[in-house]
C-alpha cells in the first residue's frame, strides 16, 4: 500500500470491488443464508471453529471458505461451524482493546472447543482463523499471550492434549502473532516473524499441530510479515481471492483420511449424531464497528497511511 491513499485510489478501490463477500474490500459480508445454513453446535463428524478477524461481523470472510469445506465434507449432515465468540476489536477501538479482544478469544475459544470435544468426542475438529482471529487460532491451539501493538494480551495455556487429539486441520491466514522459519508456514512471509513472534513455549506447543496446521503469510503483509517490504495492505486482504481452492482440497483431505489409530474412523452421521450441544455460555459478543475490518488499523497508522479506507463500498473515516 502506497504512502498516499488518494483519491484516485479511492476511485479504484471501489471500481475494483468484487461481489465476492470475501475480497479485499468486499460490499457484501458472508453472513448469507446459505453460510449461515451450516451454523451448528450438534456433533456432526466435521465440526469447523472460525476466528474471525478485526472488526469483521461474524461470521466474517472465513464464511464462503467454511461453507465450501462443508459442502465439499457432505453438506450440512456432515458438516458444521461455529464461531468463535469474542469482539474482534481492533486497535482502532483503543490501546487495550486488541488485547483484550484476543486474549478473550483465546480462552473462549479453549472453552468451546472443550464444549463440543465433550459432548461430541468422534466428531473431526477444523479451526479456522484470519488476522486476530488468526492469532487467536494459534493461541487456541499452542497457548498466547504477550506484548504486541501497544497493549500486553494476557497468557493462555496451550489446549488440553486430548481435546487437541481431536483436531485434524488448522489453516490460520496473516496472523498477528507468529513466528518465522516454521514448517507449518505457507507464503513467502515465512522468513519474517509478524507483529510479535511466539515465545518458545507457545511456539513449541503450536508446533505439534505441524502435521495438520497451514499457517498462510505473504510477503507484504503489514500484520504477519514484518520487515518484508515494501508492505502492502492487499497482501493481508487477498487470502482468500487467493487461496480458497488449494485451503479447500488440503482440508478436505486432511478431514477426510481415515483415523487408523481407532475404530471410530469411517463415523456415519447417524452413529454421530448425539443430540443437540447447548450453545457456549461465553460473553455476548460486541457489535461490529466502523473500522477497517481486518486488524490492519495499527499498520495503517505505522505506514502511515491517510485515516480513511473504502469499506463494503462506503467511505470509512476513522480516527487514530
Ligand atoms: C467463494 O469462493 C469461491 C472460490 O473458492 C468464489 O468463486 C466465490 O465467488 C466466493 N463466493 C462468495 C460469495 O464470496
Ligand atoms: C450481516 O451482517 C450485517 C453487518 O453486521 C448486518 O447488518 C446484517 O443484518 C447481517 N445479515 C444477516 C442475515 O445476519
Ligand atoms: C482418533 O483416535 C485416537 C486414538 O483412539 C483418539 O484419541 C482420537 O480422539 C480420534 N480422533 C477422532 C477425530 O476421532
Ligand atoms: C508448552 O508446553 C510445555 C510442556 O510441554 C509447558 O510446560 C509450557 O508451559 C507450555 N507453554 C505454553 C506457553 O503454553
Ligand atoms: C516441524 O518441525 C518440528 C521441529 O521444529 C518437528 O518436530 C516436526 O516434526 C516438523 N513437522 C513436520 C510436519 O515436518
Same mark, same amino acid.
Request: aromatic residues 8%; glycine residues 10%; charged residues 15%.
Given at each position: 500500500?502506497?504512502?498516499?491513499?488518494? !483519491?484516485? %485510489?479511492?476511485? #479504484?478501490?471501489?471500481?475494483? +470491488? @468484487?461481489?465476492?463477500?470475501?475480497? $479485499?474490500?468486499?460490499?457484501?459480508?458472508?453472513?448469507?443464508?446459505?453460510?449461515?445454513?451450516?451454523?451448528?453446535?450438534?456433533?456432526?463428524?466435521?465440526?469447523?471453529?472460525?476466528?474471525?478477524?478485526?472488526?469483521?461481523?461474524?461470521?466474517?470472510?472465513?464464511?464462503?471458505?467454511?461453507?465450501?469445506?462443508?459442502?465439499?465434507?457432505?453438506?450440512?449432515?456432515?458438516?458444521?461451524?461455529?464461531?468463535?465468540?469474542?469482539?474482534?476489536?481492533?486497535?482502532?477501538?483503543?490501546?487495550?482493546?486488541?488485547?483484550? !479482544?484476543? %486474549?478473550?478469544? #483465546?480462552?473462549?475459544?479453549? +472453552? @468451546?472447543?472443550?464444549?463440543?470435544? $465433550?459432548?461430541?468426542?468422534?466428531?473431526?475438529?477444523?479451526?479456522?482463523?484470519?488476522?486476530?482471529?488468526?492469532?487467536?487460532?494459534?493461541?487456541?491451539?499452542?497457548?498466547?499471550?504477550?506484548?504486541?501493538?501497544?497493549?500486553?494480551?494476557?497468557?493462555?495455556?496451550?489446549?488440553?492434549?486430548?481435546?487437541?487429539?481431536?483436531?485434524?486441520?488448522?489453516?490460520?491466514?496473516?496472523?498477528?502473532?507468529?513466528?518465522?522459519?516454521?514448517?507449518?508456514?505457507?507464503?513467502?512471509?515465512?522468513?519474517?516473524?509478524?507483529?510479535?513472534?511466539?515465545?518458545?513455549?507457545?511456539?513449541?506447543?503450536?508446533?505439534?499441530?505441524?502435521?495438520?496446521?497451514?499457517?498462510?503469510?505473504?510477503?507484504?503483509?503489514?500484520?504477519?510479515?514484518?520487515?518484508?517490504?515494501?508492505?502492502?495492505?492487499?497482501?493481508?486482504?487477498?487470502?482468500?481471492?487467493?487461496?480458497?481452492?488449494?485451503?479447500?482440497?488440503?482440508?478436505?483431505?486432511?478431514?477426510?483420511?481415515?483415523?487408523?489409530?481407532?475404530?471410530?474412523?469411517?463415523?456415519?452421521?447417524?452413529?454421530?449424531?448425539?443430540?443437540?450441544?447447548?450453545?457456549?455460555?461465553?460473553?455476548?459478543?460486541?457489535?461490529?464497528?466502523?473500522?477497517?475490518?481486518?486488524?490492519?488499523?495499527?499498520?495503517?497508522?505505522?505506514?502511515?497511511?491517510?485515516?480513511?479506507?473504502?469499506?463494503?463500498?462506503?467511505?470509512?473515516?476513522?480516527?487514530?
Amino acid at each position: 500500500m502506497k504512502a498516499s491513499f488518494s !483519491s484516485l %485510489a479511492l476511485i #479504484a478501490a471501489v471500481a475494483s +470491488a @468484487q461481489e465476492r463477500c470475501d475480497s $479485499q474490500y468486499p460490499n457484501v459480508y458472508c453472513n448469507t443464508t446459505e453460510v449461515l445454513a451450516f451454523e451448528s453446535y450438534d456433533c456432526k463428524p466435521f465440526h469447523i471453529f472460525l476466528a474471525r478477524g478485526s472488526d469483521e461481523p461474524y461470521p466474517g470472510r472465513q464464511g464462503n471458505l467454511t461453507r465450501q469445506i462443508c459442502s465439499r465434507l457432505g453438506g450440512a449432515d456432515q458438516c458444521g461451524y461455529e464461531n468463535i465468540e469474542y469482539p474482534a476489536k481492533s486497535t482502532a477501538w483503543g490501546k487495550d482493546e486488541w488485547c483484550k !479482544s484476543a %486474549a478473550q478469544g #483465546a480462552s473462549n475459544g479453549q +472453552a @468451546q472447543f472443550e464444549g463440543y470435544a $465433550q459432548n461430541c468426542p468422534n466428531s473431526k475438529l477444523i479451526l479456522l482463523g484470519y488476522s486476530q482471529g488468526a492469532s487467536v487460532a494459534q493461541d487456541i491451539l499452542g497457548g498466547g499471550g504477550g506484548q504486541v501493538f501497544e497493549c500486553s494480551q494476557a497468557p493462555n495455556p496451550q489446549l488440553d492434549a486430548k481435546v487437541g487429539e481431536q483436531v485434524v486441520a488448522a489453516v490460520t491466514f496473516g496472523a498477528v502473532a507468529r513466528s518465522k522459519n516454521q514448517n507449518f508456514t505457507v507464503g513467502d512471509g515465512k522468513p519474517y516473524d509478524g507483529t510479535r513472534p511466539r515465545t518458545t513455549g507457545q511456539l513449541a506447543n503450536l508446533s505439534k499441530y505441524s502435521d495438520r496446521l497451514q499457517d498462510y503469510c505473504h510477503f507484504g503483509d503489514p500484520i504477519c510479515a514484518i520487515g518484508s517490504t515494501p508492505q502492502d495492505l492487499d497482501a493481508h486482504l487477498n487470502y482468500f481471492v487467493l487461496h480458497n481452492k488449494e485451503v479447500i482440497d488440503w482440508v478436505v483431505q486432511k478431514a477426510e483420511t481415515p483415523n487408523v489409530s481407532s475404530e471410530t474412523s469411517n463415523i456415519k452421521p447417524s452413529e454421530s449424531q448425539q443430540g443437540s450441544t447447548p450453545r457456549p455460555t461465553t460473553a455476548a459478543p460486541a457489535q461490529d464497528g466502523n473500522a477497517i475490518q481486518t486488524g490492519a488499523a495499527s499498520s495503517i497508522t505505522s505506514a502511515g497511511l491517510a485515516p480513511m479506507m473504502v469499506l463494503f463500498g462506503t467511505l470509512v473515516i476513522f480516527t487514530l
